[in-house]
């Protein structure tokens, strides 16, 4: 049988009232065809066999070998398309899936989160990048025992400035005054549109770190990091930011 427990709280109130249960799927391939096999059915399209699935550990299942025929085919966007999703929208999964991947491709034989963070620190360091301080624990930097320095940020942004696929990677990142969750800072000033800058944030902690053109035309890269400040004083600190910003973009290259 396809049964699956679920356990948990009713909210109080009156009989009929809406609420929202969150579940996990054993077998998302399976649950997909069950889905979709009901609605043939309901829209009176005749389907001769019931919904299959290969493993997943359900009782009906397909030999590995069976012939199968291609319904639809949905491609992937491209890695350079993720990255700017990720980016631009701050989304934790993505970035979650992204340490893991981009480790695959450092060392083939990581398996865990954990052997991810190791593999990439190793790739930093061999690109001469200064980890001192570098403990992240995830790809989302949700983690609260999570840590880097500004140091650490803007030696992996420089080292990524020298990699030949930095122009793709320079594309990903959102612009002050106009894109992504920058769009409305430091709105209507110099910085706008001069600045790329990627925003993070948890409670009572903000990063930004990115990219700049001085004056004088050299590109700079920069990390800003405030922990620890007063909740409800969130406006305050974006004001002092956004000055910052501000006087980012007035910097020469030797200043």
């Given at each position: 049988m396809n049964q699956q427990w679920l356990t948990g709280k009713v909210p109080l109130g009156e009989p009929g009232n809406e609420f929202s249960v969150k579940g996990a799927l054993p077998d998302p391939a399976y649950f997909a065809a069950y889905a979709l096999h009901n609605q043939l059915v309901q829209n009176n399209i005749t389907v001769s066999r019931p919904p299959l699935s290969i493993g997943g550990g359900l009782p009906t299942t397909i030999p590995i070998g069976a012939k199968r025929t291609v319904i639809n085919q949905y491609k992937s966007p491209t890695l350079p398309q993720l990255i700017q999703q990720t980016n631009f929208q701050s989304i934790n999964l993505y970035a979650e899936a992204l340490l893991r991947t981009t480790a695959l491709a450092v060392n083939k034989h990581v398996r865990t989160t954990e052997e991810s963070v190791e593999a990439i620190t190793s790739f930093w360091k061999a690109k001469g990048v200064n980890l001192d301080g570098f403990r992240i624990r995830d790809g989302s930097g949700l983690s609260t025992v999570g840590a880097l320095t500004a140091d650490n940020m803007t030696g992996i942004l420089s080292a990524m400035g020298r990699d030949k696929n930095f122009p793709q990677f320079y594309e990903t990142i959102p612009i002050v005054g106009q894109t992504g969750t920058v769009r409305s800072l430091a709105r209507g000033t110099a910085a706008a549109g001069n600045i790329r800058a990627k925003s993070g944030s948890i409670e009572g902690v903000r990063a930004y770190a990115g990219y700049f053109t001085a004056v004088d035309g050299e590109?700079?890269?920069?990390?800003?990091?405030?922990?620890?400040?007063?909740?409800?004083q969130s406006r305050a600190v974006t004001n002092e930011l956004e000055k910052i910003f501000v006087s980012l973009v007035g910097l020469k290259g030797g200043d």
């Open positions: 590109p700079m890269t920069f990390c800003i990091l405030v922990n620890k400040f007063t909740p409800g």
